[in-house]
């Protein structure tokens, strides 16, 4: 019988190789304390079946017999159990929910798009068209990052955003409040994707924190300064012409 063999394996879930190579280890180099050496009987070297005599009891046992079960081995057959294998599926659940806060938010800055049109302040019609716009790629991004894993796209109804406001102040009240809420469910996502391991949520979500401390800056920067101003129609138009100079990140004006 050849003293070597080659074996190649291929492990299918992660971690369990080098669970494995600690087993081999364990297994042919340490002898813990307290349990009985084996060794063969001059016979049974080369013979397949292997029994073990035990030199203080003189049993004869097989080694499979003697061998605590590791990783699940039931007898003859080494069935290896991988670790706990942790299920992606709550955290592709969560993604599909942020594809909807996402368009949400989108459809909230569209109402308030539309409010300061009507209240003819163009310039911050403009910018918060352009903020819906980004979080329509948002949306986006989420969504064709879960068809590049393959995994199921679930859309969900939107509810109406506000619509009614009682000043250009309100507005962007709001638009900080939302941005906030969104922040905590990035980081609630960003959390529970560490817990589960899911390394590409991981990366692709590390976008969307930095993104969020870009959007709540100018949020704030925002609602601070109509607040200084809220009282000077001058200078709110001012504002708006200032707000006005953001272009469209793409353009979806009808054609
Ligand atoms: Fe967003
Ligand atoms: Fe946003």
């Known amino acids: 019988m050849p003293n070597h063999y080659q074996l190649l394996l291929r492990p299918l879930v992660d971690g369990v190789m080098s669970r494995f190579m600690g087993w081999v280890g364990g297994t042919h180099t340490m002898r813990p304390r307290g349990r009985p050496r084996l060794r063969f009987t001059p016979e049974q ?17 097989n080694a499979a017999a003697l061998r605590k079960p590791m990783y699940g081995d039931t007898g003859s057959t080494l069935h290896m159990k991988g670790p706990k294998k942790m ?16 368009f949400a938010s989108w459809y909230s800055y569209l109402a308030m798009s539309a409010w300061c049109s009507q209240e003819q302040l163009a310039g911050c019609a403009g910018w918060l068209r352009a903020q819906a716009q980004e979080e329509y790629t948002h949306a986006m991004k989420i969504y064709e990052f879960l068809l590049d894993r393959d995994v199921e796209v679930k859309l969900s109804p939107l509810d109406a955003p506000r619509q009614t ?8 009240e709001c638009a900080l409040q939302q941005e906030q809420e969104n922040t905590k469910r990035i980081d609630d996502l960003f959390s529970m994707a560490m817990e589960q391991k899911a390394f590409a949520s991981l990366v692709e979500l590390q976008w969307f924190v930095t993104e969020q401390v870009e959007e709540e800056k100018t949020a704030r920067t925002n609602l601070a300064r109509i607040k200084m101003i809220a009282d000077d129609p001058a200078a709110v138009l001012d504002f708006d012409n200032a707000l006005g100079q953001r272009s469209l ?3 979806t004006s009808p054609q």
């Open 45 to 61: 070297q080369g013979k397949e079946a292997c029994p073990l005599v035990c030199p203080r009891t003189g049993t004869r046992q």
């Open 87 to 102: 299920s992606n599926q709550q955290i592709n659940d969560a993604l599909n929910g942020q594809i909807a806060s996402e």
């Open 165 to 172: 406001f009682g000043s250009i102040v309100e507005i962007f």
């Open 249 to 251: 990140p793409m353009d």
